[in-house]
Each structure stands twice: as structure tokens, then as C-alpha cells.
């Protein structure tokens, strides 16, 4: 499949663009969820009518997600740095298994097919939602976090899955934290400090596996867009302090009814599309 190289494609496409980063951002803002949590299912949506080949469509999603988590999630990380937010024993512990799983999972999720990883997206956006839903403000399940072979295997989770997905350490990470003990705002402040370390390898082997692919839009590098990178980074950024604002006058506990509720339907669609 070709594409045009002209104002007919990449005007509408980078109108939708900007709106799917206003969307991310002011939800970011909102909720304190990362971007790429709802970047990846609303490209997924998007795509379809800008005649991107079913099968590059999630792979083109999550390493657009993650290219552009690299800048905001430095950004999100060096704030939360100077704030104190951000523990670094905390990430010592924890860092080195993320980058492991990372690793295994920019293999897996490179070489995986469209419906792997929509199965795999859905079934982790399933579990997030019914947490956000359901789950109990303040539940843990240890005080601390757990000796060296449990440390890794949730660093491996947080990492892994969170690379195949498309999304920061923001998701997975707060919430694993927070089971074992861990302060919600260092957490947070954490979670932050380990999106970039998620996203910088994961886009660099996302852009490796697509390189050669003949149905790729205009202007992709590898299963990275550059057109999606530039008009996301700068809307999310813009809108994230607009949810941020939000959050003051609309119940929490409602928004994130809502959005669990959006995520369960994101959830129940992948998986429709895998099934049928």
C-alpha cells in the first residue's frame, strides 16, 4: 500500500493527532495516569481511517506511544526529582529488573503479532480497570517490598508489560508500588523516574523492527511516526495543566469510575477484534 505525501493525508491526520494528545494530556492531568495508557487505544481507533494495514496497526501504535513517553517522561521524572519525589533506593532496587524486562519485552512485543498484543493490552487494561474501579483506596498487600526474587519478577512485570503496551511506568508501576507498602507520592514520584528508562529502549527496538516495512505511513521511522510524535508531545503537554486544574472541581473518585469504565470498553474491543 502507498500514500500520498500531500496535504489531503497529513492535514486530517495531524488534526486527529492533536486531539488525541489533548485527550492523553488532560486525562494525565486528571487522573495522574500516563499518556500512553490512552494514546495507544485511540491511535488503534485512529488509524483505520487513515488506511494503515491492519496488521502494523498496534505495533505502529505502541512505538509511536513510547517515542513520545521518551520526552514527557523526562520531563515528568526531572520534576518530580527536584520535588523529592522520586526515591533512588527505591529505584535501585527496582531499576535494574525493569530494564531486564524491557528488554524481553521489546523482543517479544517486536516480533509478536497484531492480535499478541492487542490480547496483551487488553487483558492488562481489563485488570487496571477493575482495580481503578473496585479496588480499595490505601490496599496493600506486604509493608515492604519482597526479597530479591520477588523484586525481580515485578520489576520484570512492570517493565515488561508496560513496553508491550506502549505505556510509561506510571500504570503498572504506582499501582505495584503502592501493594507493597510504598507511600503513594513516592510512588508516583518513582513510577515517573522509570518512564523513560521504559520508553528510550522500547522505541529504539520498535523503530528497529519496523525499519523496511513497506505499509508504513508518511514519515515513520521504523513503528515510530514521526508526524504522531510532533503533534502529541506538545498537546499533552499543553493540556496535561488543564486536567491538572479539573481534578479540583470534579470528583475523584468519579473520574476514575469513568475511566476505568473507558478502559474496560478499550479492553472489550481489542479483545472483539481478536476474536473476530
Not at 3 to 30: K, Q, R, S, W
Not at 135 to 150: C, N
Not at 182 to 190: H, L, M, N, Q, Y
Not at 252 to 260: D, S, T, V
Amino acid at each position: 500500500m502507498s500514500f500520498e505525501f500531500d496535504i489531503a493525508f497529513l492535514l486530517p491526520f495531524a488534526i486527529a493527532l492533536i486531539a488525541t494528545g489533548a485527550v492523553a494530556g488532560t486525562l494525565a492531568g486528571l487522573l495522574g495516569v500516563g499518556g500512553g495508557i490512552v494514546i495507544v487505544p485511540i491511535l488503534v481507533l485512529l488509524f483505520p481511517y487513515f488506511g494503515i494495514p491492519e496488521d502494523i496497526r498496534m505495533h505502529l501504535a505502541v512505538g509511536t506511544s513510547l517515542a513520545t513517553i521518551v520526552p514527557t517522561g523526562l520531563s515528568s521524572a526531572r520534576s518530580h526529582w527536584r520535588r523529592g519525589g522520586v526515591d533512588p533506593e527505591l529505584l535501585k532496587l527496582l531499576g535494574p529488573w525493569v530494564v531486564l524486562g524491557v528488554l524481553i519485552g521489546v523482543v517479544i512485543g517486536a516480533r509478536a503479532g497484531g492480535d499478541a498484543l492487542r490480547s496483551v493490552f487488553a487483558a492488562v487494561a481489563a485488570l487496571v480497570a477493575a482495580q481503578m474501579a473496585f479496588g480499595r483506596e490505601g490496599m496493600q498487600i506486604a509493608d515492604k517490598l519482597p526479597s530479591w526474587p520477588g523484586r525481580a519478577l515485578m520489576g520484570g512485570f512492570i517493565g515488561g508489560f508496560s513496553v508491550v503496551m506502549g505505556i510509561g511506568g506510571g500504570t503498572l508501576g504506582v499501582t505495584s508500588m503502592t501493594l507493597f507498602g510504598v507511600p503513594i507520592r513516592r510512588a508516583v514520584g518513582t513510577a515517573a523516574a522509570l518512564g523513560p528508562i521504559i520508553a528510550l529502549p522500547g522505541v529504539v527496538g520498535f523503530i528497529i523492527a519496523g525499519l523496511g516495512e513497506p505499509d508504513l505511513p508518511p514519515y515513520s521511522l521504523g513503528y515510530a511516526n514521526l508526524v504522531a510524535f510532533a503533534m502529541i508531545v506538545p498537546s499533552t503537554i499543553l493540556f496535561a495543566p488543564v486536567g491538572a486544574k479539573l481534578a479540583h472541581t470534579i470528583s475523584p473518585k468519579l473520574l476514575r469510575k469513568a475511566f476505568a469504565l473507558f478502559l474496560f470498553v478499550t479492553a472489550c474491543r481489542m479483545a472483539w477484534s481478536v476474536l473476530t
